[in-house]
């Protein structure tokens, strides 16, 4: 992690007459106020940031900076009226030797001049060397991956090439909220710690830029060079279409293709998802027909031509909400040599616990369209990755190693992912997790989500280790650790054939806590967050969420993974995941194993700390 300091510029002198129209904000910032809700700052001073001043509850200004009068760039920031929350920064350095006017169109009621000199923001505006990005967040997870700061939403284009998985992400670089998305950019050789990379692809004249992948192009169909990585994207202004960037130096740079966009529809799509199809030989899309509620797929030779060839998904499925963010991949079926498809299909709201959640469907894939399997009743079953209430938009890597298919999705909720007890950054990711399918009981194929095997380096000396303790009515209970803000691995091994139910219980001497309860006779495992922490800035947070466990004779192995602000719960090998977000007052302490209706066993019990990265 790249950790650089603020330096603030001296004096922030504000010149008070009422004479002149220009005032001086800080040294080296010139600001003149034209009218209730416009306003002029010229830089004049050194420094390759000006830190702009953010109030999250104002309204958006628009700010576009000019350089020697022509426009540059537009961004909307909510710059500080009474308050200032924290600061961004706006790198000048591309600017610099021309003369550097920001233009800003604020959206307030104003009745004069006067109240809207009186903002906060205009005396704030700063130069600085320097962007100070220490964690200020007791949220903020430690071995999750998250922005520095400001907003990130969904994971976008990840792929592997050269020993490096990259992860790129829906990123606001001038707030927490969502706005301005861009395409920030991480990376790590092992999918535990992650390094910080500039943004990699910044809105352009056709839009921000939303959700898509990249692939690695080795047989240069697109002519870019036989090392190249193409990015297919969404531009989204009052339409939403498909643009295409490549990189020749392994995705730190993108340049933006010059004939986008690529792909025009008359309708709202967008998240373009693509792989190459050995079968055959040919470049595949999904794109997300959102408002339609379908996918639709298109064939290309070089990544820049795409045909129409097929759709699925009107009427099948959960239809609440607009569907987004496609994934289509081929895995192994779970000791079987056959071979399955997988089609994901982000919808949002609509979830089986409101809003966001993450449906998928499996099938075959003909070249040209995905034919989904059907129940016992000939039926499309709805079927969820995930069933908490913080696992959304989620894709998985182009061109892992080994055949892998890992995946990862936003740790968060479009209900209230905006309101969340943050501010530095707000959103993480879910672990990177391995993807698999299994056949149920039921007969029907579901997929099963482990965490990626790296994530054990992440493990220190066990604090906890039992074997073989009966639990009944009045409960087992053992400490967490308390290093690295309560970071640990849980392990539980359960036999609960003697008992109706069981519930593990994680708290806190504040007495929140989150109550995990399996239910043998369900065989259900649900995950109740009501009384875990702050959960009072949304009503949509307060919930239940529950899993059917697909297991059959009563014992339930169980990973837990806490990180500051978030559980993820992962049983009987991936094939029940919960992933939920949690925000405790202080960490939780401790974590008891209780009984109902008989006893259970605790076959076994692990607790790592998670080692400092
Ligand atoms: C999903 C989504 C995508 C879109 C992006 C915009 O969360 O709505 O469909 O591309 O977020 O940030």
Same mark, same amino acid.
């Given at each position: 992690? *790249?950790?650089? /300091? ?18 001086? #904000?800080?040294?080296?910032?010139? @600001? ?31 700010? +576009? ?11 909307? @920031?909510?710059?500080?009226?009474? $308050? ?25 009621? /104003? ?11 205009? $005396? ?120 295409? #960037? ?26 373009? *998802? ?15 027909? #959102?408002?339609?509620?379908? %996918? ?59 809003? +966001? #959640? ?9 070249? $040209? ?13 709805? $079927?969820? %990755? ?9 894709? +998985? ?78 409960? /087992? ?91 993820? @719960? ?18 939780? +302490? ?24």
């Amino acid at each position: 992690m *790249n950790r650089i /300091r603020i330096v603030i510029a001296s004096s922030l002198m504000l010149a008070t007459s009422l004479l002149t129209a220009t005032v001086s #904000a800080a040294d080296g910032v010139e @600001v003149s106020h034209l009218g209730v809700n416009n306003t002029l700052v010229r830089i004049t001073g050194a420094g390759k940031y000006l830190l702009l001043p953010v109030q999250e509850s104002n309204d958006d200004a628009k700010v +576009s900076i000019l350089a020697d009068g022509k426009i540059e760039k537009t961004i909307n @920031v909510r710059l500080a009226k009474n $308050k200032v929350d924290y600061f961004v920064p706006f790198d000048l350095a591309p600017y610099r030797g021309h003369d550097i006017l920001l233009n800003i169109v604020t959206t307030q009621n /104003r009745s004069n001049i006067r109240e809207a000199k009186d903002d906060a923001c205009w $005396k704030n505006l700063t130069l600085a060397d320097t962007f100070d990005t220490t964690n200020r967040e007791k949220y903020r997870p430690v071995y999750h991956h998250t922005p520095l700061y400001g907003w990130m939403n969904d994971p976008n284009g990840m792929f592997y090439k050269d020993g490096r998985w990259h992860l790129y992400y829906q990123w606001n670089p001038y707030g927490s909220k969502w706005q301005n998305m861009t395409w920030g950019h991480s990376s790590s050789a092992d999918l535990v710690r992650w390094e910080h990379h500039p943004a990699a692809i910044e809105a352009n004249g056709l839009g921000t830029v939303f959700s898509g992948s990249s692939v690695v192009d080795s047989a240069n169909t697109a002519g870019f060079g036989s090392d190249a990585v193409v990015a297919l994207y969404t531009s989204a202004d009052v339409s939403q279409t498909q643009s295409l #960037a490549h990189s020749s130096d392994g995705g730190m740079t993108f340049e933006i293709y010059p004939g986008n966009p690529i792909l025009t529809l008359e309708s709202e799509a967008r998240d373009p *998802n693509m792989f190459w199809d050995a079968d055959n030989g040919r470049w595949v899309l999904s794109l997300a027909h #959102a408002l339609d509620h379908e %996918m639709l797929f298109f064939t290309s030779p070089d990544l820049k031509e795409w045909t129409l060839q097929g759709s699925f998904g009107k009427g099948i499925g959960a239809q609440d909400g607009v569907w987004e963010c496609p994934d289509l991949f081929r895995l192994k079926v779970d000791g079987s040599g056959e071979e399955k498809w997988v089609l994901v299909c982000n919808i949002n709201p609509g979830g089986p616990f409101g809003g +966001s #959640a993450t449906q998928y469907f499996t099938g075959d894939f003909d070249g $040209k369209t995905f034919i989904a399997d059907t129940d016992a009743e000939g039926v499309i079953p709805t $079927k969820w %990755m995930d069933y908490g209430k913080d696992h959304y938009a989620t894709v +998985s890597w182009s061109d892992a190693p080994y055949n892998r298919r890992v995946l990862i999705g936003w740790m968060s909720n479009w209900q209230y992912a905006g309101e969340v007890p943050t501010m530095q950054y707000r959103s993480a990711n879910t672990l990177p997790r391995e993807a698999g399918l299994f056949r149920a009981p039921d007969g029907q194929l579901y997929l099963s989500s482990e965490p990626v095997a790296e994530l054990a380096a992440l493990r220190d000396k066990p604090s906890v280790s039992v074997r073989n303790k009966t639990a009944g009515g009045n409960g /087992r209970i053992f400490p967490l650790p308390q290093s690295n803000g309560g970071a640990c691995e849980i392990i539980l091994g359960l036999d609960s054939r003697k008992a109706d139910s069981v519930n593990v219980r994680i708290s806190n001497k504040a007495g929140e806590s989150v109550i995990l309860r399996y239910d043998t006779k369900a065989h259900t495992l649900s995950f109740d967050r009501r009384s875990s922490g702050i959960t009072d800035f949304s009503q949509d947070f307060p919930t239940v969420t529950s899993a059917p466990t697909f297991e059959t004779d009563g014992k339930l192995s169980l990973r837990i993974f806490i990180d500051r602000s978030s559980i993820e @719960v992962f049983g009987n090998g991936g094939k029940t995941v919960m992933t939920n977000l949690v925000f405790p007052t202080e960490p939780y +302490s401790s974590v008891s194993v209780t009984a109902n209706g008989g006893n259970a066993r605790i076959e076994n019990l692990k607790i790592y700390p998670i080692k400092e990265l």
